[in-house]
């Protein structure tokens, strides 16, 4: 069982950058693609960006292409979430989520999931 734990959320203005982390507890971490998903108020949960196995494949939300990039590493069992250009509309609380047998952007796919991180940004 994966436990996932993320962090590096906090308030920042328009224009600005947060990283986010997702840290795993299995050794067995670099076998699972991960998700990041987002939840803001009142809404449905929606994809970000994903990352394969090894790092090699990357997919993004196109309402988050070209500003945010995901990137991981394996020896640290650490997944990235580096968030350029903040708008007030990536105000949301940010998960991760694991999952060895899938890769992509449906959040029912995936098996594990952290407990989120919130990220507000300000106009």
């Known amino acids: 069982q994966v436990q996932l734990v993320e962090s590096g959320g906090g308030l920042v203005q328009t224009g600005g950058s947060l990283r986010l982390s997702c840290a795993a507890s299995?050794?067995?971490?670099?076998?699972?693609?991960i998700g990041w998903f987002r939840q803001a108020p009142g809404k449905e949960r929606e994809f970000v960006a994903a990352i394969n196995w090894s790092g090699a494949s990357t997919f993004y939300a196109n309402s988050v292409k070209g500003r945010f990039t995901i990137s991981r590493n394996n020896a640290r069992n650490t997944v990235y979430l580096q968030m350029n250009s903040l708008k007030p509309e990536d105000t949301a609380v940010y998960y991760c989520?694991?999952?060895?047998?899938?890769?992509?952007?449906?959040?029912?796919?995936?098996?594990?999931w952290g407990q989120g991180t919130q990220v507000t940004v300000s106009s």
């Open positions: 299995e050794r067995t971490f670099s076998s699972y693609a």
């Open positions: 989520a694991a999952d060895q047998m899938y890769y992509g952007s449906n959040d029912n796919e995936y098996d594990y």
